[in-house]
Structures are given as structure tokens and as C-alpha cells.
Nanobody
């Protein structure tokens, strides 16, 4: 059975940058739409960004537009989330996920089929 493994989280100051990676094993991500979500304790998992199979379409939640960039390298079976100008409200556990279909409009965590274990992003002021 395939796995998604996130890495790249850590502690960063306000205004700093981090690059998250999600490496797939046992599964070819080129068959999937890939997404990033985040979650803080006591709150629902929140959509951050998604990218179509070939990288031609991307989608972001409004609060990260212009600061975050999702990308993918299907040859490396990896999806990335470049996060710049980080704010305290970006602090969360970040998860990558995979789904089979691209959809327009709002995305929800229950629409994704496969998940990684998450990586913590801490933003200090």
C-alpha cells in the first residue's frame, strides 16, 4: 500500500520561509490531484492548496495567495509547498493528500483519498 510522507516543517520566524515536501512511495502521484491541508488543535482540517495531475492548474485558499506556491515533480513522485512571508496564523500541522479528480470550487478534506502523517510548522513572533 502506498504512502505519502511529508517533510520540511520546523520553526521559523514571522516573515520567514519554509518548503514542504511530500514524497510518495508505492504509488505514482501522476495519477492524482495533490493537495495540502493544515490543521490546528480543536479545529477542522483546512484546505491550503491543490494542483492538477500535470501541474497546469492550481488552487489556493485566499489567505495564502501570493505567499504560498504549490508545485509537483512527477518524475520524483513529489509535491511541494513553498511558503513565504509566514504569519503566526499559518502555524499548524500540514498534511499532503491525494485525490483522483480535479474539482472546481471549494475543496474539503473528506474528498481526498490518501493522506500523509503531517509535518509541524511553527511560526514564532
Amino acid at each position: 500500500q502506498g504512502q505519502l510522507v511529508e517533510s520540511g516543517g520546523g520553526l521559523v520566524q514571522v516573515g520567514g520561509s519554509l518548503r514542504l515536501s511530500c514524497q510518495a512511495s508505492g504509488r505514482t502521484i501522476s495519477s492524482y490531484v495533490m493537495g495540502w491541508f493544515r490543521q490546528v488543535p480543536g479545529k477542522e482540517r483546512q484546505f491550503v492548496a491543490s494542483i492538477s495531475w500535470d501541474g497546469g492548474r492550481t488552487k489556493y485558499r485566499d489567505s495564502v495567495k501570493g505567499r504560498f506556491t504549490i508545485s509537483r515533480d512527477n518524475a520524483k513522485n513529489t509535491v511541494y509547498l513553498q511558503m513565504n512571508s509566514l504569519k503566526p496564523e499559518d502555524m499548524a500541522v500540514y498534511y499532503c493528500a491525494a485525490r483522483s479528480m480535479w474539482v472546481t470550487g471549494t475543496e474539503h478534506s473528506n474528498e481526498y483519498d490518501y493522506w500523509g502523517q503531517g509535518t509541524q510548522v511553527t511560526v514564532s513572533s
